[in-house]
């Protein structure tokens, strides 16, 4: 019984940092802070976690498949190309611009990653990994070339995390919407065979 509470328990930090992480970014997403929407003491943090950044890792991770339940999980694509297309579509919107919490803590964090610490990083790189590795297994299939099918997903992830980047920083401007019709015109472009 006190493993499942335990166990309940961190996975509401984890909720807890991940919204955190999508709407406020790396620096602040605080113990102090994660711990207090989470509705618990900052005391019990060391029982989950040994530091921030063990916390960012597996914050990124929970970001990560809540934006795939989200946005990824309800494309039925039955072929490479028809789910890449479909990704591309869904990723690259206004809405997934404007979502309040956004969606994704790729774009909203990107600027950040750069300037964090090591950790951090590292946990933005593997959270980068993550979404790459779902598009790479497309981009294989589509190509039947890994080096190319590699070289396309990683054409991809920059076009869809950059579009939505450049376009949240750029919102409320006409840029925006032409960031974001650039960045779905050539990530659809990368979709195809």
Known sequence: MRQLQKDATHRRIL????????????RETTVGGVMADAHLTVGGFYAHFRSKSALVAEAFVQASEEMKSALLSKLDA?????????????????????????????????????????????????ACDRFLSEIEERTTALTGDRPAARERALGLLIVLVGGVALSRATRGLPLSDE???AARSLGERLSRP
């Open 15 to 26: 909720r807890s940092a991940a919204r955190r992480l999508r709407q406020r970014g790396l």
């Open 179 to 181: 960031i974001l019709e």
């Open 78 to 126: 039955p072929s490479p190309e028809g789910w890449l297309l479909a990704v591309v579509r869904g990723y690259v919107t206004s809405k997934h611009r404007d979502a309040k919490p956004p969606l994704c803590a790729l774009p909203v964090t990107v600027s950040e990653a750069a300037r964090a610490g090591r950790g951090e990083r590292r946990a933005y790189a593997e």
